[in-house]
């Protein structure tokens, strides 16, 4: 099911009470246009609700790494779980860090973010991620 709901399966998504986000509106994510190798990034978004009942919000972040042979790969990193009140506006932020791991090794180039809202990805937004 945790694989489901991170691909935006919209039926798991319901299953666990995060239906399509017909009423939610999110600002474009703000980040940095360059980002270190190593160092952190902070991803921020504002999110409304612009409609008449409280919404279950599952928020998350996908990164579209860019791979060796040059081809991206997105990964899901969760922002939280909000309900937002009818009129209620929430901004919501994280920092992300590059640092290498043993299973995340980072290439430089030109990655992306996206913000998505119970499973719907908004639009991509492009940075450079540098050497140390």
Do not use: C, W
Request: proline content about 6%; hydrophobic content about 35%.
């Amino acid at each position: 099911m945790r694989g489901l709901i991170k691909q935006g399966h919209s039926e798991a998504l319901e299953l666990v009470g995060f239906a399509a986000p017909t009423a939610i509106t999110a600002t474009r994510p703000e980040f940095p246009h360059t980002a270190a190798i190593g160092e952190k990034a902070t991803l921020s978004a504002t999110l409304t609700n612009t409609g008449d009942t409280a919404a279950n919000v599952l928020a998350e972040y996908r990164l579209h790494f860019l791979k060796k042979n040059g081809t991206r790969q997105p990964s899901v990193f969760r922002l939280g779980k909000y309900t937002l009140e009818p009129g209620e506006t929430r901004v919501v932020s994280k920092a992300h860090p590059f640092r290498v791991t043993s299973t995340r090794t980072y290439y430089p180039g030109t990655q992306a973010v996206s913000l998505v809202i119970n499973g719907r990805e908004g639009e991509l937004v492009d940075f450079e991620l540098t050497a140390p």
